[in-house]
Every structure is written in structure tokens, then in C-alpha cells.
């Protein structure tokens, strides 16, 4: 009695710490895995997100992962359960009850042979139905998403009748498929119930003939369903672990995939420069408005930027070819050219998050990739803010908050009529188009002010400004160069390029053959 | 609150008739488990005891029929109840979205963001766990524990109550662990597992950003620390799910004594035979196993219950005062031209304090192109809101002369179209995208229209008006989709179009033509048409401007 008891007692703890201990290690693995391919991202960035899109990324660490709970977390441990049990209680069945244990053998077999069976027949259909159930499923969300537009052409009331159609096909469809994905199941618990049966019965009629034990015959029967449980589970358990596998083979392959190699030559110190090359692109002065810059250089200046032969490929494209030139501090430059002209790129090459091959010389020295970071602002083409209160999102980067610059940086970029305090949300919703352009501009010219940066680069910072919200950040670009930096603004806007004291025009087409050599007039203008 | 969650459950529930026999087939399913284990105890046990093999022919038979059951019944409950609960499903989303008619768009709390939209629908159809993973487990375990019970105490009264009195202290133990251990920790997961993938798609989508301003380490370590606290929850929930199960192995096996324990007198009195007694003590096993569904169900109630309370919170009952409501009696539509007339028009965003437009006069009237410009927060998409009668108004708003209160908001925005910032694409052809704004309109008429604003080539590249769009417009750019909205607009003949930053997802080289295209297509002499714009538009391109003053 005690015995039972304590058997009972030590089945349970067991049961309990298979369970927490199964699920502790799939925890483990994933946060392993996350945080390696976070690394990863860090030595290949640029390239890896190229290859795939950031979404995509970011749902197979976030929600991908998961999967893995089912294949680390269940599987794998009923599948080591079953290989270590299933044995041992057949073994023990077998010098029980010969006849019971040889039953068991003949049948156990029977149920992955049944799950095999059954998952060919019917996987290509699961597979195709599947895809159209993803459409389906999404009926109800694409109504509601667009509950605005339906509304304004009138048809939102039809609807109804709508989502009552689409959920009813939904319905038909996925039971359709379940019919099938249900039969493994059904088999599954067939032979381990039939098999039961088969036992006691053939326990029973043996029992009759006086051939067994009461005792033993009892014993059997509570044992046989134990036999058949570990791989019941097993296949229980099977589709979960298959698209664990999938997610987990997808993380690796992201994680392998990252150009590891290439990635530490975009990251090595740029190449000797060499001779001087002709330039590549068109640079024209603009006019001779006198730049104001900081009184005793204006004979032995060093440029702020220099390029040498600045060649960026995208894949097999050349987006940037063989781009010399040399711009002063005090300088605002405007880079214009249409879509696809590298003039991103440019300004990716030129902060050393994007390989390049040719050099970039910051106050007339060539400066690794990874530093040039610190001496460069920057503000991309998507406002790109992150979520928590304004001036903290401003302030991004910095080791401590200095309230007053914040404060100048907000007014600098025209964005002090939203108090300091506003939260933003974790994509930086809460603000407009137009004032989270502005928000990633104050951004920029924390950093510039905090860190003294003398190149200030800007995408498109005014694309989402309207024409007199604009006038006042023009305004403030001459501000910043005036103070001695070299600010280059990538732009479309006129009121930008006549502002500006040089103009670089990127052109696709003269990318193919060598431009003529006009010099870089940029600085000659001095 | 709780009331509408209420509303919001039983909406979600199967009618009875249709549930029943998904409830009858789990009671045979889960009786036939027990009654197997049963019958082929007292089989074995009586065989025993070697009987002419005649008496044990109804057993033999029952062993095979029992065994043949629980397969086919299980195999029959989770088809007819997944088909129940889906049956359910379509109901509940059609009376969600009559719920959500009176105040979309501009009425749903905090759901101007689109995920938020999104997690709307998945709580709805979350919703079908309550059948399925709650009530017919609840109802199978409950019936099928009381059959027995009552079936084990008519053999042997005291053994009844020992597997009673086990039954209800192995699941008020696991409900307390449940709720104790797992609830807290439930509760912690989705929003940590969501903030996870918040931090996650942060880092990864500003990379860029992030590494330029220096500030990757530090998002590294958040993204790091949030998997920490989130894979803690995510154990303690595993530990206790752990002991749950353990629980219920142990509350069978202790019930099994204990029924051993207090049958002895009945057996050595003879009120019960041995096989009596074998069948008495293993029905535990059978009957616990079948209970242990209880806690997985309580759990699916928590989350079941949370969705209900969401959908409650993002989908008010009561239209807020912000929100158009459509007049008891709707005058006629108007006659002449649309004239339309703004005076002192001042507007506010449901759960907002400031008026985010005020004050404005304005006026439209056929052969009228008005650019509405002033910078972000001015009020610019409130007065094309305003306007289609998506939000309510304070001065007045006549179109025709009549006033716009007097008439259905449908009526209105017959006569007033509005092309979106991010128009809504339909994962359809092209051609549905637009027949559901004119749906007589022939082939020749959709291409005519596709023509006019500059579609021609791209549709025929495309291979025609069968082509798709795309999940949410993903074969389409942002100037296309604009583009596309306009051709919906002209097809619907609305005599007054509104043109809502048309650039907004626009490459910034390209924003200015498209602004001139899109004009040039919608101009006309019968037409008003009013655009909200930052990007510069040329004075030749229309008849007068408007500047928002900031309402601040």
C-alpha cells in the first residue's frame, strides 16, 4: 500500500519536472537563438535586411521562435520518452505475459504506419487547402480594415451578408481539411483502444482456461495503455514539431546567410587613396553667395567630406560609380537626381553602413567605417523614430538628456508646438507625417550640437513639409552650416536647392561611361 | 461592461440545438474511455473466478464496442464541434460588425492604428475557443464525472463518494495551482511576448537609425532583456502546467486507494463481488483522465473572457458624441447644385478635449479646384472627415442649401467622395477594386477611367483588369493606389471629390506630377474637387487656396 502510494507520488514529481524542465530548455534555445541572430544583424545588417524584409525578420524572431516550443518543448522529449519507455514496458509486458507483449509488438507498429500513411495522402491536399484558407481567414480582417472606403461609396450595409458568405466557405473549407488532419488522430486512438481490447479479451478467455494469474492478468491490462501512450503523444505532438523545424531551419539559414565575410571588408579601413580621379558627377556651383565659415581657414581649409572614386554596388548594380569630390565645412549641399540615382546610398556609403569600395575622407583623413559614425548626424528618409516620450526619442543615443538642447534642436526644426512630454507610440505614432519628419530632423541636430559633428547628412527632410514649414527649416540648415559643419540635404524641393551653395545631380545614366573632367567646383568657388 | 462582455460571449455560442450533438458525441467519446477501462477490468477479474465463457459474452463484446466507440465518437465530436463553433463564428462576426457600423471609422478607440484593427479581429475569432476548448470539455468532464460517480455509488455507495470527494479535490487543487501560479504568469505573457516583438521589429526595422545614432547596444539589451522576463513567465507557466498534470496523476492514484481502502468491509461483508471491486478501483483512472480536461478549459475561459473585455473596450456600445448619428427621418437629397458651405465649422476627435478644427468658413461649387494647405496638426484630415461625415460638426455645413444633419450620411457622401491618404485595396482583381464603386459600370468604362488618370499602360502591363492587387494593395504603389482611388472616385460620379495628401506614401520626386495628374484628371466643369496637400501645387492647377490656421 505504502509502496503504491509512493510510486504514485514519485510518477507525478517526475511527470511535473518533465514538463517544467522540457519547457525551461526550449526557452533557453530560443533566447539563444534570438540573441544570435541579433548578433547577426549587427555584423551583416545592411546586407541581411537587403536580402529580406525587416518584417519578415522581425516575425521569425518575435513569433517564429515560438514554434520552436512545440519541437523543443513536446516533441523532442516524448520522442526521447518513447524511445527510452516504449521499450522497457514492452520488455517487461514480454516477461509478464509473453502472448500480451508479442500483441503489443505486432501493433505498435500499426500507428506510425497509419500516421505515415495517412500524412502523404492527404499532405498535398492540406497544403494546397491551406493556402486558400490563408485568403479566407483574411475576409473578415480586409472588411473591417477597410470599413472606411466601403463606407464611403455606400456599401458597408451589404457587407454583412458578405462576411456571413466568406466565414460559411471559411467554415466549409477548413472542415474539409480537418476531416483529414482528425483521421491520424482517430487512428492514433484506434489501435491504442482496440489494442486495449484485444488484451483483455484475450486476457480474459486465458484467465477462463486457468493459463493466467488474476493478479498478473490485471497487471497487463493497466500496463498495455502505457505501452501505447509515449507514441500516441508522439504523434500528437507531430505537427507542431514539423513547423517548429520549419521556423528553426529559417532562423539558421538567417543566421548562416549572414555575409560575414563581406560584412567585415565593408567594416575594414577604407583602401589607400590614390591619385586623384576625374570626377564622376555633375558639381555645380550654385552662386556666389559668400559662405560664412569660421574666420581663419578660409586659405589652408581642410574639406569637411572628400570622396575618392566612391563605387557602391547593390547586388549586381552599380547604384554609385567612381564619385569624387570635395566639400568645405560651411558648405550646404544639395544632391538631387531621380529615384535610383545612389543618392542614399551615397549617404549610406558615406556614414559606413553601407560597403563601398573607393575612399571617404572626414577633415581630410580616412576614417574607418565603424567610427565615422560618431562624427556624422544623420537624418534617413523615413522619420524612423522610436517609441517613448518626444524628448527621449530626440535625445536617441545619448549617453545623458540635456534638457535646453532639446529644447533648441525642437525649435530649430520648428517642432515647439508639441509638448516635450508627448508619448509616442512604439513606432513613433502620435505624430503626423509632416512633425515626425521634423521630430527625426531635431533629432539629427541634437546630435550634430551634443557631439560636434562637422557633416550633418539629411534625406529628403522635407518631403512631408508644406511650403512655408519648409521655408523655416531651410532657414535652419544655413543655420548649421553657418556654424561650420557641411550640411548635405538629399532633396526634390527647389526652395531646398536654391538655397543651397552646391548642387550634386546624380544621374543613372551617366553612370556607364566616365564623365568629362570638370573638377569639383564645389570648393573652388573660395 | 459586463453586461456588453456578456452580449459579446453568448454571441459566440453555438444555438443549443446545434450545440447538443457535439456535447452528446463528447459524453459517449469520454463515457466510453471510462466504461472500457471498466468492462475490461471486470472481464478480466471475473474471468478469473472461471465462469462458463457464456456469461462473459456481453462483456467481450462490450469490450470491443467500448473500445470501437471512444475512436469513432471522439473522431465525430471534434468534427461536428469545430463545424458548430465555426457555424457560430460567422454570426458573431456579422453581429461585431453591425456593433461596429454606427461608430467606424472614427469611433473605435485607438483603432486609427491599424494593428490595432487587426488584433480587434483576432480577439473575435478567438472568440470560438469558448465552445470549443471551454464549454464542451466543461460539459463532457462534468457529465461524464457525474455518470460515474453515480454509477460506481449504486455498485458501492462509499466508493461513490471516494471518487467524489477525489475528483472534486484533484480539480479545486489544480485550479487553485492555475490560478495561484499560471494566471499570473498568463497575464504576463501576451503583453511581454508583445512587447517582444515590438522590440524586435524596432531593432530590426531602424537598424540604420539605431546603429547611426550609437544607440543599438542599448536596444540590443532591451530586445535581451525582454526575452529574459518573457522566457521567466513562460517557465513558471510550464512549471505550473507541470504540476497540474502531476496533480491529477497523483489525485488519480490516491483516489484509487482510497476507493481500495474503504471498499475493504463492503467486500469482506460480500455486499460487493471481487470483480465488483477490481472494476470499482480502476474506474478512477478512466474517470480522472477525463477531468484532467478542466483545467485547460478554465484556462481558455481566462483568455476567452480578456478578448471579450477588449473587444468591449475598442467597440463602444453608445455612439460618442463626436460621431454622426443618421436622423430619425432623413430629409430629401438635394436638387441643385452641390453647393457646398461652411460656417464657423469647428470639429473634434471622439475622446479628445481640443477641437482639432475651428471656426472655419469655406465654400465649394462646381468647377471649383480649392488646395487646402497649413501645417501638420492644423486640422486638415479633420475637415476632410468632417466633410464625408465620418465626424460630427458644430456651425453649420449646408451642401445644396440643405443641411447636412437633415440628411442620411450615406446620402452625403453620394454627393461628397473621399480619396484617402492610404486608400484600402482589396486582395481582388483590379476590376472589383473598382466595380464597387459603380458596380453597372462595363469593361470599357473601368479602362476609360483607368485611362484618364493615367493607369492605361500599367493595367495593360499587368495583363488587364483580371490582375490582382494583392494582399492590402502590395502589388501597388503608393501612386498607383492613389491613382486607382481617384479612378473609384470618378467612376462613383460624386459631384464633390476630396483629395486627402495624395502624395502622403508618394516618392517625394514623384509627388509633384502625380498632384498635377491626379487634378487634371478629376477637374471638370460639374465637379468641386478639394485637395489637402503639403506638397507645392501650381497656381494654373486650381481656381483658389485655403490655409488652416493651426486650431492650437
Keep these: ?526 | 461592461m459586463t453586461g456588453d462582455r456578456r452580449a459579446v460571449l453568448r454571441a459566440s455560442v453555438p444555438p443549443l440545438r446545434a450545440f447538443l450533438p457535439a456535447l452528446a458525441l463528447g459524453v459517449l467519446a469520454s463515457g466510453s474511455a471510462v466504461a472500457l477501462l471498466a468492462t475490461s477490468a471486470w472481464l478480466i477479474a471475473r474471468s478469473a473466478e472461471q465462469p462458463p465463457i457464456l456469461f462473459l459474452g456481453f462483456a467481450i463484446v462490450g469490450v470491443r464496442a467500448f473500445a470501437l466507440g471512444r475512436a469513432v465518437f471522439r473522431y465525430l465530436e471534434r468534427l461536428v464541434g469545430h463545424d458548430g463553433a465555426f457555424r457560430a463564428l460567422a454570426g458573431l462576426r456579422v453581429s461585431v460588425f453591425r456593433r461596429l457600423l454606427p461608430v467606424a471609422p472614427d469611433g473605435l478607440q485607438g483603432t486609427r492604428r491599424g494593428d490595432l484593427l487587426t488584433a480587434l479581429v483576432r480577439d473575435v475569432d478567438a472568440l470560438q475557443d469558448l465552445p470549443l476548448r471551454v464549454l464542451q470539455p466543461l460539459v463532457t468532464a462534468l457529465t461524464v464525472a457525474g455518470l460515474a460517480v453515480v454509477g460506481v455509488a449504486w455498485v458501492a455507495p462509499a466508493a461513490g463518494l471516494a471518487l467524489a470527494v477525489g475528483i472534486v479535490l484533484t480539480a479545486a487543487s489544480a485550479a487553485l495551482v492555475l490560478r495561484l501560479v499560471s494566471r499570473r504568469a498568463d497575464e504576463r505573457i501576451a503583453p511581454l511576448r508583445a512587447a517582444l516583438t515590438d522590440a524586435v521589429l524596432e531593432y530590426v526595422a531602424r537598424w540604420e537609425t539605431l546603429r547611426a545614432f550609437g544607440a543599438d547596444a542599448a536596444h540590443r539589451a532591451r530586445v535581451i532583456d525582454l526575452d529574459g522576463q518573457l522566457r521567466r513567465a513562460e517557465t513558471r507557466q510550464a512549471a505550473a502546467a507541470g504540476s497540474v498534470a502531476a496533480l491529477f496523476t497523483l489525485g488519480a492514484g490516491l483516489t484509487l486507494l482510497a476507493t481500495l481502502l474503504v471498499t475493504q468491509p463492503s467486500l469482506a461483508q460480500g455486499a460487493i463481488t471481487g470483480p465488483q471491486l477490481v472494476m470499482l478501483v480502476l474506474v478512477p483512472l478512466a474517470v480522472l483522465e477525463v477531468v484532467a480536461a478542466l483545467p485547460g478549459a478554465l484556462s481558455a475561459w481566462w483568455r476567452v473572457r480578456a478578448s471579450a473585455e477588449r473587444i468591449t473596450a475598442v467597440v463602444p456600445a453608445a455612439v460618442p458624441a463626436e460621431l454622426p448619428v443618421p436622423p430619425a427621418r432623413p430629409a430629401a437629397a438635394p436638387s441643385g447644385a452641390p453647393v457646398i458651405r461652411l460656417r464657423g465649422l469647428s470639429a473634434r476627435w471622439p475622446g479628445e478635449a481640443a477641437a482639432a478644427l475651428r471656426d472655419l468658413d469655406l465654400e465649394l461649387a462646381p468647377g471649383d479646384r480649392i488646395v487646402v494647405e497649413g501645417s501638420s496638426g492644423a486640422g486638415k484630415t479633420t475637415l476632410a472627415h468632417v466633410l464625408v461625415r465620418f465626424l460630427d460638426h458644430e456651425g453649420s455645413y449646408t451642401l445644396g442649401g440643405v443641411d447636412v444633419r437633415t440628411l442620411d450620411p450615406d446620402e452625403v457622401r453620394r454627393h461628397v467622395v473621399l480619396c484617402e491618404q492610404s486608400p484600402h485595396l482589396f486582395d481582388e482583381s483590379i476590376r472589383q477594386n473598382l466595380l464597387f464603386a459603380h458596380d453597372a459600370a462595363t469593361d470599357d468604362e473601368l479602362l476609360g477611367v483607368l485611362e484618364r488618370v493615367g493607369l492605361g499602360d500599367w493595367c495593360r502591363a499587368r495583363g488587364g483588369l483580371d490582375a490582382p492587387v494583392g494582399e492590402r494593395g502590395r502589388l501597388v504603389s503608393g501612386g498607383e493606389a492613389q491613382r486607382i482611388a481617384v479612378a473609384r472616385a470618378l467612376l462613383a460620379d460624386a459631384p464633390v471629390l476630396i483629395l486627402d495628401e495624395p502624395t502622403a506614401n508618394v516618392d517625394p520626386d514623384r509627388a509633384e506630377s502625380l498632384l498635377a495628374e491626379l487634378l487634371g484628371a478629376a477637374a471638370g466643369p460639374e465637379r468641386a474637387v478639394l485637395v489637402i496637400s503639403h506638397t507645392p501645387v501650381a497656381d494654373a492647377l486650381v481656381t483658389g487656396r485655403h490655409r488652416l490656421a493651426a486650431a492650437r
Design chain 1, 1 to 526: 500500500m505504502i509502496a503504491t502510494a509512493l510510486s504514485i507520488l514519485a510518477r507525478a514529481i517526475t511527470q511535473a519536472l518533465l514538463d517544467a524542465l522540457a519547457v525551461r530548455g526550449a526557452a533557453r534555445v530560443k533566447s539563444q537563438l534570438r540573441e544570435r541572430a541579433v548578433a547577426a544583424l549587427d555584423a551583416g545588417g545592411s546586407e541581411l535586411l537587403a536580402r529580406s524584409s525587416s518584417a519578415r525578420v522581425a516575425t521569425l524572431l518575435g513569433q517564429g521562435l515560438d514554434a520552436l516550443d512545440g519541437y523543443i518543448g513536446r516533441y523532442l522529449p516524448q520522442l526521447i520518452l518513447t524511445a527510452v519507455a516504449t521499450p522497457l514496458i514492452v520488455g517487461v509486458l514480454l516477461l509478464a505475459d509473453a502472448a500480451t507483449g508479442i500483441t503489443v509488438i505486432l501493433t505498435l507498429p500499426i500507428i506510425p504506419v497509419f500516421m505515415v500513411l495517412i500524412g502523404l495522402s492527404t499532405r498535398a491536399v492540406q497544403k494546397k487547402q491551406w493556402q486558400q484558407l490563408g485568403a479566407l481567414a483574411q475576409g473578415f480582417l480586409e472588411v473591417v480594415q477597410g470599413l472606411s472606403t466601403l463606407m464611403i461609396f455606400g456599401r458597408q450595409h451589404r457587407q454583412a451578408d458578405r462576411i456571413a458568405a466568406v466565414t460559411d466557405e471559411y467554415r466549409r473549407r477548413t472542415m474539409a481539411v480537418l476531416r483529414l488532419s482528425f483521421l491520424s488522430g482517430f487512428a492514433l486512438e484506434l489501435a491504442a483502444s482496440l489494442s486495449v481490447a484485444l488484451v483483455a479479451v484475450s486476457v480474459g478467455i486465458r484467465l477462463i482456461e486457468g493459463e493466467l494469474l488474476l493478479g498478473l492478468g490485471l497487471f497487463v491490462l493497466i500496463l498495455v495503455p502505457e505501452a501505447y501512450l509515449p507514441l500516441r503523444q508522439v504523434g500528437a505532438q507531430f505537427h507542431a514539431a514539423s513547423e517548429g523545424l520549419t521556423a528553426a531551419e529559417e532562423v539558421l539559414e538567417l543566421l548562416e546567410g549572414a555575409p560575414a565575410s563581406e560584412a567585415a571588408a565593408s567594416l575594414q579601413p577604407a583602401a589607400p587613396i590614390g591619385p586623384s580621379l576625374p570626377v564622376s558627377a555633375e558639381t555645380i556651383a550654385m552662386s556666389d553667395r559668400s559662405t560664412p565659415v569660421s574666420a581663419s581657414d578660409a586659405d589652408d581649409a581642410v574639406p569637411a567630406l572628400t570622396l575618392r572614386d566612391l563605387t557602391v554596388r547593390r547586388g549586381d548594380r552599380v547604384v554609385v560609380d567612381r564619385l569624387s569630390g570635395s566639400w568645405m565645412p560651411g558648405t550646404v549641399l544639395a544632391v538631387t537626381g531621380p529615384s535610383g540615382a545612389g543618392k542614399t546610398s551615397l549617404l549610406g556609403a558615406v556614414l559606413g553602413l553601407v560597403a563601398h569600395e573607393g575612399a571617404v575622407l572626414l577633415d581630410g583623413a580616412a576614417v574607418p567605417p565603424a567610427e565615422r559614425l560618431d562624427r556624422i548626424a544623420w537624418a534617413g528618409q523615413r522619420p524612423d523614430l522610436t517609441g517613448g516620450p518626444l524628448d527621449e526619442v530626440v535625445a536617441l543615443g545619448a549617453p545623458t538628456l540635456d534638457h535646453d538642447q532639446v529644447g533648441r534642436s525642437l525649435r530649430w526644426a520648428g517642432l515647439d508646438d508639441v509638448p516635450r512630454r508627448t508619448v509616442l507610440g512604439p513606432a513613433g505614432d502620435g505624430l503626423s507625417g509632416g512633425q515626425a519628419q521634423r521630430a527625426a530632423l531635431a533629432r539629427a541636430h541634437y546630435r550634430a550640437q551634443q557631439r560636434d559633428c562637422r557633416i550633418v547628412l539629411l534625406d529628403e527632410p522635407t518631403s512631408a513639409l508644406d511650403a512655408e514649414t519648409e521655408r523655416g527649416v531651410i532657414a535652419g540648415f544655413r543655420a548649421l552650416a553657418a556654424e561650420g559643419r557641411l550640411v548635405v540635404v538629399v532633396t526634390h524641393r527647389r526652395a531646398v536647392m536654391a538655397a543651397a551653395d552646391a548642387l550634386l545631380r546624380l544621374e543613372p545614366e551617366t553612370r556607364d561611361a566616365p564623365a568629362s573632367a570638370a573638377p569639383a567646383v564645389a570648393e573652388a568657388r573660395r
